[in-house]
């Protein structure tokens, strides 16, 4: 096992490790949940999340929730729970997670296993510091249907679906196709100023229009 520490302290980089070792990992950290994973084919990036990292996930989750609710869609947010397929060599923590069609099919488990039941409709990413691992190719072996990426520095949200076993670029959410859902950060940054409260019923008011 391989350990490479990046100048940032918010991240460590393992290499080289196997299976068992990554699972023997989790359940060392299972008491300080504070962490995000990656695991991609031996390389385990562990970070710890900033706080300007946690406000821009929290505004974009409530976002999230607020559509669902406008749209009367049910929903279930798993927050960073850790999705993992042996078989793929792959495992992730999102910093955030959302059933919408699966919603009934896992409704009131607490343990989940991809190989037999679905994976998250919905991932969101936060990308305050650039990655050490590429997120994508790890969903897309999960079989994560959608992610949404935000880009703190250029204030951008790219949405992916995924295609054929690859994720590409679209316009829409098929989640949420009467939303131009990459206008999100705009409407968000601009009512910043003014508390959560009042950005959020902004933000609602927005919704309503869009509709």
Known sequence: ?????????????????????????????????????????????????????ERYKNALSLAIQDMADLLNLEYECLGSTTWKREAKSAGVEPDDCFYFQNERQIRGLSRFDLDRDPPPDLALEIDLTNKSINRLPIYARLGVPEVWNYDVERGELTIYRLREGEYRITENSEIFPPIQIREIPAILNRSGDEGRLASRRRFRDWLQQQL
């Open 1 to 53: 096992m391989v350990v490479s520490n990046y100048p940032r302290s918010d991240r460590v980089v393992l290499y080289n490790l196997n299976w068992e070792q990554f699972n023997r990992l989790l359940e060392d950290l299972e008491e300080s949940r504070s962490h995000r994973l990656a695991y991609d084919n031996g390389s385990l990036e562990i970070m710890t999340p900033l706080p300007d990292h």
